[in-house]
């Protein structure tokens, strides 16, 4: 039972448009969600998180919009760069239990 | 300042071989985690250890024992390895930081150990 669900595998863009990532949960009990970015060969690394007290979170380029009544969050990247070309995860954790949950990531692609 | 270690960075095992995946951490974090990550299937929590002294099981725990040797180390070990463990291993550790009126933990891995079971 996927909890978190990330149901694009892969999303191209062309440089410079706008990206967006989507991710789907369904358990209410989640609120904190983060964004985590891969490169091959390496580990993830944190981008950007959100509570579920706001619906809106921004860092630079990076956007995350939660929508708590549909239990939706996504990740807009404007613009979108051919170095922010790799596997991106979103997680979720709920109620302090530090334990976090991820999604099977989405694949993204910036054509030059 | 090197983060999180890991070694070895690739394993291959024959079926039944053990092994110990071995993590290190020097930002002086409590909690420390091990995760598997297979195609399709994203991350998955094996074992945490949220301080040192303490370990608990995770979404996916059976055929791992996990040790927390000190406040650094956190290692994993495959006792009898099968070919349904072939995987990319990550370990990462956390500290708590105050976020919108609560304390959550931001995480960070290591580079991963790919093991290969034949």
């Known amino acids: 039972d996927q909890q978190v669900k990330q149901n694009s595998p892969s999303l191209s863009v062309q440089e410079g448009r706008i990206s967006i990532l989507n991710c789907d949960y369904t358990?209410?009990?989640?609120?904190?969600f983060l964004w985590y970015k891969k490169y091959p060969a390496e580990g993830p690394t944190f981008l950007i998180s959100i509570s579920s007290i706001k619906d809106k979170n921004e860092d630079g380029r990076f956007t995350v919009f939660l929508n708590k009544s549909a239990k939706h969050l996504s990740l807009h990247i404007v613009p979108s760069q051919p170095g922010d070309s790799a596997v991106y995860f979103c997680?979720?954790?709920?109620?302090?239990?530090?334990?976090?949950?991820f999604g099977t990531g989405t694949r993204l692609k910036v054509l030059a | 300042n090197a983060g999180v270690t890991q070694t070895p960075k690739f394993q291959v095992l024959k079926t039944g071989q053990s092994m110990t995946l071995q993590c290190a951490q020097d930002m002086n974090h409590n909690s420390m985690y091990w995760y598997r990550q297979d195609p399709g299937m994203g991350l998955r929590l094996i074992y945490y250890s949220a301080s040192e002294g303490t370990t608990d099981k995770g979404e996916v725990p059976n055929g791992y024992n996990v040790s927390r040797l000190n406040k650094r180390e956190f290692s994993l070990r495959l006792e009898s390895a099968a070919p349904s463990q072939t995987s990319v291993y990550f370990c990462?550790?956390?500290?708590?930081?105050?976020?919108?009126?609560?304390?959550?933990?931001?995480?960070?891995f290591g580079p991963g150990t790919r093991l290969l079971v034949l």
């Open positions: 997680a979720a954790e709920g109620s302090g239990t530090y334990k976090y949950i």
């Open positions: 358990n209410s009990m989640f609120d904190y």
């Open positions: 990462a550790s956390s500290d708590l930081v105050a976020s919108d009126y609560r304390v959550v933990k931001t995480q960070y």
